[in-house]
């Protein structure tokens, strides 16, 4: 087992379980088995069980570094993936600023099956469901991805209000729009 056998559905699945304070140690190791196995370990041999932990020691190293690709075949679908945020429609936009935090909501934005357009005659909730299916490094490298992307697109519009700030005409205006950029520096940029 590797990383690239975690999907995005149980990393999600094993976060909640860390949540989880009420288990004993031995059962949040059963469970942690249960989710990577897709199984109930429980009624493993105990050398069976060891074995399976054993083969879990890759969770202690970090997720492998890869980077987004161009093109995924998830669930026997392909998938075109937006790089280029530039080109995103309005209701992409919309959607990116709205999705709360589901990733799999958020990789659906520049996950396009192919073909198609955003959102144009393909069942959104089966792309969800097929991004659950992303393996681990896949998941870091999108996050990764979105993470730049986040700032550059947040220093281009400190940018552009700066500019606009100077040509303000009056105090109060420049003001108000200082005030601005602090607020958004405050809440953005690392």
């Known amino acids: 087992m590797t990383w690239y056998d975690i999907t995005l559905k149980q990393m999600q699945q094993l976060e909640e379980l860390e949540k989880d304070t009420s288990m004993s140690e031995e059962d949040m190791v059963i469970e942690r088995m249960n989710i990577i196995y897709n199984e109930d370990c429980i009624l493993l041999t105990v050398p069976e069980f060891i074995q399976r932990v054993n083969d879990c020691q890759f969770l202690s190293k970090p997720i492998p570094k890869t980077k987004v690709k161009g093109k995924y075949t998830i669930n026997g679908r392909e998938y075109e993936v937006m790089m280029n945020l530039f080109e995103m429609s309005m209701g992409q936009y919309i959607d990116f600023k709205n999705i709360g935090n589901r990733p799999e909501r958020l990789y659906s934005i520049i996950f396009i099956p192919k073909g198609h357009k955003y959102n144009d005659g393909y069942d959104m909730e089966t792309v969800w469901e097929d991004m659950l299916c992303l393996p681990a490094p896949d998941v870091a490298a999108i996050n990764r991805f979105f993470f730049r992307l986040t700032k550059k697109y947040q220093t281009i519009i400190r940018l552009f209000l700066k500019?606009?700030?100077?040509?303000?005409?009056?105090?109060?205006?420049?003001?108000?729009?200082?005030?601005?950029?602090?607020?958004?520096?405050?809440?953005?940029?690392?």
């Open 163 to 190: 500019r606009l700030m100077k040509r303000m005409r009056t105090q109060e205006d420049r003001m108000r729009m200082e005030s601005l950029i602090q607020i958004m520096d405050s809440f953005y940029l690392p």
